[in-house]
Each structure stands twice: as C-alpha cells, then as structure tokens.
C-alpha cells in the first residue's frame, strides 16, 4: 500500500511540473510576442516562429500535466 501512495505524489509532481514548465513557455512565447513588431521592422520573422513553437510547447505540457494529474 505504501507504494501506491508514493507513486501517486511522484505522479502529481511530475504532473505540477509539466504544468508549471509549460506555463512558462506560454509567458515566455507573450514576451516574445510582445517584442514581435520591432523585429518585423528590422525584416526578421523569425521571431514569430519562435514564439508559435513555445506556444505549442506550452500548451501540449500544459495538457499533459493536466492529463496526468487528473488521472487515478
């Protein structure tokens, strides 16, 4: 019975941290948004590609985090 209960906290924090990373990636891909019109002046977009690829980085994390801490 002891292991059942460590792999369930193991799983939820794995699953917070899943959640917390890809939170971050979304803050980060809204900077890099934010900073997006002055790279379009300079001919650069690169910058929205970037911001696109840590967006669904953040949001598949966010998922599965959710996945997995909603599973028992």
């Known amino acids: 019975?002891?292991?059942l209960?460590?792999?369930y906290e193991e799983r939820r924090d794995a699953s917070i941290t899943y959640l917390l990373i890809g939170t971050?990636?979304?803050i980060f891909a809204f900077l890099?948004?934010?900073f997006n019109p002055s790279a379009m002046k300079l001919?650069?977009?690169t910058m929205l590609?970037?911001?696109g690829v840590l967006a669904a980085i953040g949001l598949a994390l966010n998922v599965v985090?959710?996945?997995r801490?909603?599973?028992k």
Do not use: K
Request: aromatic share 4%; charged share 15%.
């Open 49 to 51: 590609e970037i911001a």
């Open 32 to 34: 890099v948004m934010f």
């Open 43 to 45: 001919g650069r977009l």
């Open 65 to 67: 985090g959710m996945v």
């Open 5 to 7: 209960t460590v792999d």
């Open 1 to 3: 019975m002891a292991n």
């Open 24 to 26: 971050l990636c979304l």
């Open 69 to 71: 801490l909603r599973a």
